[in-house]
């Protein structure tokens, strides 16, 4: 990887964070594609000077897509929202966004893409965050066959929000609040191991135009998730069911907020499970070679600022 132009869209997140760690271990060099260049600034100091680049970039136009991707060798688009405002809308990030990318990569002849999806969305689904997803795999696969599509579950490690996100929650009440039961089943991996699929993928060329479903060793439900915090936190939580109705109900006044807290795309991706398909042409991390790091090892560490203090 020594010397590989590598272009990462939309790494400014807590998962960008970890790929561009890894891929700079290697002595990539790497530019951060991101909207607002200036919240990616800290990651220049993960990697030599001069090694690592934010540049700006919207994926949904393809003018500011082609001169960053114009010399590279490599690009992985990570671009990925939960909810819609006025400047981000589903179609543009996850659809017009991924072909974009995919259209340029194919352009200038780039030796590999690396698309990041997501686990569970079906095309029965719902949510608009699961149709979009699903549209854009098929519009990279379409445009460059041989990209290679990585599909996780839900990624915890250090700056991630759901976890965090409860346990804030949980230090307010001990009543939380989860919507049909809180069945919905979830296979959670660490940012880590996503960031080593995404080196292995790089360097095995054997999978090319191959998708990968990225999952922990466990599976839980939601209402397991939380209880697992709670017992982290050393907190007693107590569980208020909503039916789904209801959670579009409560969506409508929470979804206001300039960051929503709920909406109702997020209550319809609660009827979607995420863990590994048992589709035989979808890959596992088992298959990179990577043994998955459990949640238990991890989570005590993310959550120790949100025990009591006395």
Known sequence: MKGQKIVIFGG??????????????????IRVAVRRPGLASYQK???????????????????????????????????????ENTSQKFDNSHIKGAKN?????????????????ALGPKPSSKALYSKTKIKGEKSVISTFPEATILRPSL??????????????????????????GGKTRFQPIFAGDVARAILCCLKDSSTRGHRYDLGGPDIFSFKELLKKIGDITGRQLRFIDFPFSAGYMMAKILGLFPTPLLTKDQIRLLKDHSVCSSDPNNKTLEDL??????????????????????
């Open 45 to 83: 100091t993960i990697g030599e000077v001069g090694q690592i680049s934010p540049v700006y970039c919207d994926v949904s136009d393809i003018e500011t897509v082609k001169p960053v991707l114009k010399d590279a060798d490599i690009a992985i688009n990570m671009v990925g929202i939960f909810f």
């Open 289 to 310: 070679g990577i043994t998955p790091t459990p949640l238990d090892l991890k989570l005590p560490g993310l959550l120790k600022a949100f025990k009591p203090r006395f």
């Open 12 to 29: 400014s997140g807590f998962l960008g964070r970890q790929v561009v760690q890894t891929l700079a271990r290697e002595g990539a060099l």
């Open 101 to 117: 990318i995919s259209l340029c990569a194919q352009e200038y002849h780039l030796k590999r893409l690396i698309h990041i999806s």
């Open 155 to 180: 990624i915890f490690g250090p700056g991630e929000k759901f976890f965090t996100l409860y346990a804030k929650l949980a230090q307010l009440s001990p009543y939380l609040p989860i919507f049909g």
